[in-house]
C-alpha cells in the first residue's frame, strides 16, 4: 500500500533542507572560493545572491514539491499530465546519481582522514608533507575504495529508515552539533595571535577585488549552494504538510546556509592569516592546510579530529537528500520498497563510484574529453545538470504551473503579501531565467 510520509515538525524540515543545503559547498568549496576571489567582496555578494537569487529558486522547488505531493518524478506528472515534463524530474536523479557517485569519493577522503587522526598521522608535518600525505591518500586504490563503500553505508543505513525515522531523525542530532561543534572551533580560532588579519580579509569588503570573475563565482556558489536545480528539494518539500509556511521555511533554510558559510569563514581565516599560511590554497585548503593549521595550536590533533567529524556530519547530510530522491523515485514512497531500493541504489551508486575514486591513483592517465573520471562527473552535474535542471524548473513554474495553483500553494499556512508574491513571480519568469542562461554560458566558456 502506497503511503505518503512526512516531516513529523517544520523545524525537522527545515534542518533536513539545511543540512543537503550546507554540505561540501558550505564547508569545503566555499573557504576556497573566498580565499582565491578576493574575500570580503566574494562573501557580501555571495550573501546578495544568495537571498534576492538561490531563495527565490528554493521556493520554487516547494512550491512543486508540495503540491505534487509525490517524488519528482510524479509530481511533475501530476502537475503537467499529457506532456514530458515528468523527464525533469529524471534528469534530477540522473544528476543526482552522478553526483552522490564522486560526491561519495569525497566523503570518503573524510571518513578516511577521520580513521587516520585517531594515529596521530597529522601530528609534526610540514606544510609540504601535509600536501604529500593527502596525494598518498587519495592515491591508495584500497584505502579510497573501502572510505567510500564505509561512507556510503552510512548514507544508505540511514536513508532506509525513511523520512521521520532516519532523515529528520539524523539532522535533528547532526545539525545541531555541527552548529555547536564550529562555534567552538571559532571561539578557538578567534583567540590566536593575529587572527583580526583573517577577520579582516573575510568581513572587509575591499571593492578593487570586484571582478567580473568574483561576480560570477559568487553568484554561482550562492546559486548551487542551496541543493537547487536537481529536484531535490521538490522531494524534501513533497513531505510537507500543508499548513507550514513555504516562504519562511525557504528564507529559515537560506540563512542557515548563509550562517554556517560564516561559521566556516570565522573558522579557517583568522587560524590560516595567525600562522602565516595563505588564503588561495584551492580546493586542498581543508584537506591540506587544515592539518598544518591545527598542528599550530594547543590541543589542535582534538580540534581537528571534531573539524573532520563536523565535515563528516555536513557531507552526510547533504549525501542522504541526494539519495533520497532517487530512492522516493524507485519505491513510489510505498513503505514496504524502501529499504530494498535505498540498499540496491547505493550500492550502485558506489560502484559507478569507482572509476571517481581511482581518478587519482590507477586511473589516472584515463581520460574523457581531457577530464579524470571524477573531474568529468563533476562537471556533468555542476556544468550541465544543475543549470539545466535549474532553468527548466524555473519556466515550470513561472509558465507551466497555473498562476492560481502556485498562489494557493504559496498562501497555505501563511499570507503573502500580495506585492512580495508579485516579486518573487517577476524573479522566477525573468531574472533567473536569465541569470542562470548567464552562468550556463559563461561555465560552458561560450562567452
Known amino acids: 500500500m502506497k503511503t505518503q510520509d512526512q516531516w513529523s515538525s517544520k523545524i525537522g524540515f527545515i534542518l533536513a533542507a539545511a543540512g543537503s543545503a550546507i554540505g561540501l559547498g558550505a564547508i569545503w568549496k566555499f573557504p576556497y572560493m573566498v580565499g582565491t576571489n578576493g574575500g570580503g567582496v566574494f562573501f557580501l555578494l555571495f550573501i546578495v545572491f544568495t537571498l534576492i537569487i538561490g531563495t527565490p529558486m528554493l521556493l520554487a522547488e516547494f512550491v512543486i514539491g508540495r503540491r505534487g ?9 501530476k502537475l503537467a499530465p499529457k506532456s514530458k515534463w515528468h523527464w525533469l524530474g529524471y534528469l534530477g536523479v540522473a544528476a543526482s546519481f552522478i553526483l552522490l557517485s564522486f560526491y561519495s569519493v569525497v566523503g570518503g577522503w573524510v571518513v578516511s582522514y577521520i580513521g587516520r587522526s585517531f594515529s596521530n598521522t597529522f601530528m609534526g608535518r610540514t606544510e609540504e608533507e601535509y600536501g604529500q600525505l593527502f596525494n598518498h591518500i587519495i592515491a591508495n586504490p584500497a584505502e579510497v575504495l573501502i ?5 556510503m553505508i552510512m548514507t544508505m543505513y540511514v536513508v532506509q529508515g525513511g523520512v521521520q525515522k532516519g532523515i529528520e531523525r539524523a539532522s535533528k542530532y547532526m545539525m545541531p552539533a555541527l552548529f555547536i561543534l564550529f562555534i567552538v572551533l571559532a571561539v578557538r580560532s578567534l583567540t590566536l595571535d593575529g587572527a583580526w588579519k583573517g577577520v579582516k580579509f573575510f568581513l572587509a569588503p575591499n571593492l578593487d577585488a570586484m571582478n567580473g570573475q568574483t561576480v560570477l563565482m559568487a553568484l554561482g556558489q550562492s546559486f548551487f549552494a542551496l541543493s537547487v536545480g536537481i529536484s531535490v528539494m521538490v522531494t524534501y518539500a513533497s513531505y510537507l504538510p500543508k ?12 540563512i542557515l546556509n548563509i550562517f554556517i558559510s560564516f561559521l566556516a569563514g570565522i573558522v ?3 587560524a590560516v592569516f595567525a600562522l602565516g599560511f595563505k588564503p588561495n590554497a584551492g580546493p586542498g585548503l581543508v584537506f591540506v592546510v587544515l592539518p598544518a593549521v591545527f598542528n599550530h595550536i594547543a590541543f589542535g590533533h582534538v580540534f581537528f579530529i571534531v573539524f573532520l567529524i563536523l565535515l563528516l556530519f555536513a557531507t552526510l547530510t547533504s549525501a542522504f537528500s ?3 530522491i532517487i530512492v522516493a523515485v524507485l519505491s513510489k514512497e510505498v513503505a514496504e520498497k524502501r529499504k530494498k531500493y535505498t540498499w540496491i541504489a547505493g550500492t550502485i551508486v558506489f560502484l559507478f563510484g569507482i572509476p571517481s ?4 591513483g590507477v586511473l589516472s592517465d584515463v581520460k574523457i574529453m581531457g577530464k579524470s573520471f571524477f573531474d568529468f562527473a563533476d562537471f556533468l552535474t555542476s ?7 535549474s532553468l527548466l524548473i524555473s519556466l515550470f513554474v513561472g509558465y507551466r504551473l497555473p498562476r492560481k495553483d502556485v498562489v494557493e ?9 500580495a506585492y512580495l508574491f508579485g516579486l518573487w513571480y517577476f524573479s522566477v519568469r525573468y531574472l533567473i531565467p536569465l541569470a542562470i542562461v548567464f552562468i550556463f554560458l559563461q561555465s560552458l566558456n561560450l562567452i
Open 268 to 270: 579557517i581565516f583568522p
Open 409 to 417: 500553494e504559496m498562501r497555505s499556512g501563511t499570507s503573502v503579501p
Open 322 to 324: 541526494i539519495l533520497e
Open 357 to 360: 575514486a581511482l581518478s587519482f
Open 69 to 77: 505531493q509525490a517524488d519528482a518524478v510524479t509530481s511533475y506528472k
Open 383 to 389: 556544468n550541465i545538470g544543475l543549470p539545466l535542471g
Open 243 to 254: 499548513k507550514d509556511s513555504l516562504p519562511k521555511s525557504a528564507f529559515s533554510v537560506s
Open 147 to 151: 572510505a567510500q563503500f564505509v561512507f
